[in-house]
């Protein structure tokens, strides 16, 4: 069976790149560092039946992946966005196609298939939902948890999230500051749906440390070793209890074949970012649900944009577990859609409405740009 029904071919006019910067409601710490605003790169894709958005979601550094904010400009601006420009049309399944001769920059090229996506959904009228083949309206949602001052600070952050409602909670961690957190956090909530992430700072010297985990009853360790670690993670994964869900090294299909084949993973973290678009990432899906391994949905702080067609991949029936699918809220006071997300009863709603289903606010993404550039056919 194919894996979606296609859609018909736009126009591009123009792609329209915007830098924003979104100050974040309190800093996110994880093992790579500490972030205060969110530097994202909005994409309008401008075509003769009206306009698609989509969203970049590198971050100012290279610290997550090799990708970052001006590098993605600079790709995209120099060579992704002329070889689409270049095409007269193009349909959402081919845009992966016709960027396939740059190497890499996955995020960049999402961003941008994105923006093709919604353009052509709101076309036909149809929703990125329906595109991707949801089949819920809503999704439940979890929360991720930055590094705290000390474990106290943490309990209290996790205790906040649980009275909002979400519904599984993850806590960053790194060496040093790790089983302690989670203890605490697991002795102040014995119950709730628990898991932690490494973003890659452990070596597998590190694994007798990372076997103390094992005590708490967590979902799974996220991440533990390096993106390109597929072999030690296999060889960890036979020193753990706890499952092992690998987020950085499945930046494709491909890896994620490679890496369930050696055992280094047993459930996946799917970024439609970090694999280069929704299409990759519903193939990664289709993948782990055949062959009975757990999927997620995986977030990249993502502004209205990105988090509408999250919540629609979320509700693919391969994703069994709680996504970092979370409200709006959660990392700001003021979106960039009319409607930003909110939770309900735990759950957040999957956008019904044409394409993404979500209305940009144009004045507030005026107000958080900070560079522009509009390329033209
Ligand atoms: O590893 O999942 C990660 C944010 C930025 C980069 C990497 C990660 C994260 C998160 C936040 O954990 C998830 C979210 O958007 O809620
Ligand atoms: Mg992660």
Request: hydrophobic share 45%.
């Amino acid at each position: 069976m194919p894996l979606i029904r296609p859609a018909a071919p736009v126009t591009l006019d123009a792609v329209d790149l915007r830098v924003l910067h979104m100050p974040l409601v309190s800093p996110f710490t994880t093992s790579f560092g500490t972030e205060t605003v969110r530097e994202v790169i909005i994409v309008t894709a401008e075509t003769p039946d009206g306009r698609g958005w989509g969203e970049v979601v590198t971050q100012s550094e290279p610290s997550y992946s090799s990708e970052y904010t001006q590098g993605a400009w600079d790709v995209l601006t120099r060579f992704l966005a002329p070889a689409l420009l270049a095409r007269r049309t193009v349909a959402p399944e081919e845009v992966a196609g016709a960027l396939h001769h740059v190497v890499g920059h996955r995020m960049a090229k999402a961003g941008l298939e994105l923006a093709v996506i919604d353009a052509a959904l709101r076309a036909e009228n149809r929703s990125v939902g329906e595109y991707l083949g949801a089949e819920k309206d809503r999704v439940p949602s979890g929360v991720s948890v930055g590094i705290q001052s000390d474990p106290r600070a943490l309990v209290a952050a996790v205790g906040g999230y649980l009275d909002e409602g979400y519904v599984r909670i993850k806590i960053k961690i790194k060496p040093g500051r790790d089983i302690a957190e989670t203890d605490a956090v697991r002795s102040a909530f014995p119950e709730i749906p628990l898991q932690v992430d490494a973003n890659s700072a452990y070596t597998l010297a590190d694994a007798d440390t990372l076997a103390q985990l094992d005590r708490f009853g967590l979902l799974l360790i996220e991440q533990p070793l390096q993106e390109d670690d597929i072999v030690d993670h296999a060889a960890l994964a036979q020193q753990l209890k706890t499952p092992i869900c690998l987020d950085e090294s499945i930046t494709s299909v491909k890896a994620a074949r490679d890496a369930l084949a050696l055992g280094a993973t047993t459930v996946i973290n799917v970024k439609a970012g970090r694999v280069g678009g929704y299409l990759e990432a519903l193939r990664i899906a289709d993948l782990c649900e055949s062959a009975g391994i757990p999927v997620w949905c995986g977030g990249m702080l993502e502004t209205g944009i990105g988090r509408a067609a999250n919540a629609a991949l979320a509700a693919h029936p391969a994703f069994t577990l709680p996504g970092d699918v979370s409200a709006s809220a959660r990392f700001y006071t003021e979106d960039i859609v009319t409607e930003p997300a909110v939770l309900e009863d735990g759950h957040v709603r999957v956008p019904t409405g044409p394409g993404l289903g979500v209305e940009v606010d144009l004045d507030a993404l005026e107000r958080f740009t900070v560079a522009r550039e509009t390329l033209r056919r």
